[in-house]
């Protein structure tokens, strides 16, 4: 039996693969591309993403006649994922004491899981008690409305490091953080998924500035599954990440994994030609391609097109625009 079971798998796989490779190698057809169309119709009554998500990106999401199959397929596929609402978990199960010369606070360990997702999908951070409360003021700030019923933990003047009150905390800032999430236009604002990302980001890019690539290597690759679940809406917005994935591979000396990720940052990049570190990619994705003896025909072609296009400007290298992310 456990061998039957094992070749009706084995059959299974193959024609999940001959079907994929099917799909990728044959042009979408009208009818795929209207049923895309239509299952993406939603990001229309989308919110328009932070003005910090899309810098320099002027132009319209739409897929365009310069486009190849492959990027078209690549767009498509993006689209229909972003409409795909990624329903997130939030456990804080234990905290730790932290002494450092005269302060002494209370960090707390948050797991975020994506729901029906493997263990190996979860993201771990740690905050103390004035990271949420900085959250809160500044969500106050911007969601006066919809925050009014949202209750804040508030600080003691006692016994804040006992169990009782750790524990107490504990499930507050749980159900202060599964409240956020479920209100749409706070767990896709700048705050939100700064409160999640940013002080691993700041850490990733000091080690990177400093040239610790292997370090910032590790973080970044952390972070970055959980931005991409942040931010589904909005694509481009990690485009930052993947690219500086990109630096550290490549001073790395892993040219391969490099290009890898530098193909993922183009694909979000597809109709924002725009973007500030579009040029950069294609410069890079060049020199990788050479170095690697791939078909580097059609980067070229985009960079002369782009460059026939526009003045004559100074563009930052990739590495150059890495190293100024999160230097405050």
């Known amino acids: 039996m456990d061998q039957d079971l094992h070749c009706t798998a084995e059959r299974e796989l193959l024609e999940a693969v001959s079907r994929i490779t099917t799909f990728s190698t044959t042009s979408p057809s009208d009818e795929e591309q209207n049923q895309l169309k239509a299952e993406i119709s939603c990001q229309v009554r989308k919110e328009n993403p932070e003005k910090d998500d899309l810098q320099d990106s002027n132009a319209s999401p739409r897929p365009n006649s310069a486009m190849t199959t492959k990027e078209l397929q690549e767009y498509w596929r993006n689209e229909k994922r972003q409409c795909r609402q990624v329903k997130l978990l939030f456990e804080i199960p234990s905290t730790r004491i932290v002494e450092h010369h005269l302060s002494k606070y209370v960090m707390y360990k948050i797991i975020i899981l994506q729901t029906g997702s493997f263990d190996s999908n979860k993201s771990v951070i740690e905050r103390r008690y004035s990271d949420f409360e900085k959250l809160h003021r500044n969500l106050l700030e911007e969601f006066s409305e919809e925050m009014e019923e949202v209750t804040f933990p508030k600080k003691t003047l006692t016994g804040n490091f006992t169990e009782e009150i750790i524990n107490e905390r504990k499930l507050a800032f749980k159900d202060y953080l599964r409240l956020l999430y479920s209100m749409k236009y706070i767990r896709r604002s700048k705050k939100f998924i700064d409160f999640l990302t940013r002080p691993e980001l700041q850490e990733a890019y000091g080690c990177l ?74 410069e890079t994705m060049i020199a990788l391609a050479y170095e690697l003896g791939k078909d580097f025909l059609s980067l070229q072609e985009k960079l002369e097109e782009w460059k026939a296009k526009k003045d004559p400007i100074r563009v930052f290298t990739l590495k150059e625009l890495a190293v100024r992310e999160y230097v405050q």
Do not use: M
């Open 209 to 282: 500035r400093g040239g610790q690539y292997t370090k910032a290597l590790e973080i970044l690759l952390e972070v970055i599954g959980l931005q991409e679940r942040l931010t589904r809406g909005n694509p481009a917005s990690i485009v930052p990440t993947l690219s500086a994935i990109v630096v550290c591979h490549k001073d790395l000396e892993n040219p391969a994994s490099a290009f890898e990720y530098g193909e993922k940052a183009l694909s979000r990049l597809c109709v924002h030609t725009s973007h500030r570190y579009y040029i950069p990619l294609l």
